[in-house]
């Protein structure tokens, strides 16, 4: 039997309300759009595997709540996360000048975590380059474009970051399942 490794990462997306952090999620799990907004309440998470190299990966998405009344809920939700994905809507430059502020709270609670960027903007380039070269991706839920690319870059700079905490588990059987995505990204 061969062992292979299966790796846990915890993703969580933050942005203002609005900004369609739960479409993008929607999308590169479910594959799906909806054009009606709900709000989402405190914060919900789906998971997702695929294959990087020879390692399983779950990621565990965490969508949260933009509204500031929820934003003391973000403690609970930061702990264990591996990687945090900043949206914010091009049509609104508030939800662009807010990401200092959930870039620092992410910090503030993470401080051994890496940050991926998902803008579609020069200005969100140049922010993404002050920062540290943030990996930037211009998506888009409702088109399905460069969102799986993107989560997949994510998945590989967390597990860059995460070669300590593998869990090993014995005959996983060796296909991969339709859901599972590959590719590559300029990480």
């Known amino acids: 039997m061969s ?14 309300s609005g900004v ?3 479409s993008l999620m ?3 799990v479910h594959k799906k759009f909806s054009q009606q907004y709900k709000a989402t309440i405190g914060a919900d998470f789906v ?3 695929l294959q990087i190299d020879d ?26 996360a591996d990687c945090c994905v ?6 609104v430059m508030k939800s662009f000048d807010s990401l200092e502020n959930w870039h620092e709270e992410f910090l503030k609670q993470c401080l051994e975590t890496r940050l991926i960027l998902m803008v579609s903007e020069k200005k969100a380039k140049d922010w993404c380059t002050s920062k540290g070269n943030i990996p930037y991706f211009e998506t888009s839920a409702k088109e399905d474009y460069n969102v799986d690319a993107a989560f997949l870059c994510i998945a590989k700079t967390a597990l860059s970051n995460e070669y300590d905490q593998d869990i090993y588990f ?3 059987p060796e296909t991969v399942p339709d859901n599972e995505q590959s590719g590559g990204c300029a990480c």
Request: glycine fraction near 8%; proline fraction near 0%.
């Open 86 to 91: 900043l949206v914010y809507d091009v049509n």
């Open 170 to 172: 014995q005959a996983m």
């Open 3 to 16: 062992m292979r490794r299966r790796t846990l990462l915890k993703v969580i997306v933050l942005g203002d």
């Open 55 to 80: 390692r399983l990966v779950t990621l565990q998405i965490w969508d949260t709540a933009g509204q500031e009344r929820f934003q003391s809920l973000g403690v609970a939700f930061y702990r264990g």
């Open 20 to 22: 369609g952090k739960t």
């Open 47 to 49: 998971t997702k595997e």
């Open 26 to 28: 929607n999308q590169y």
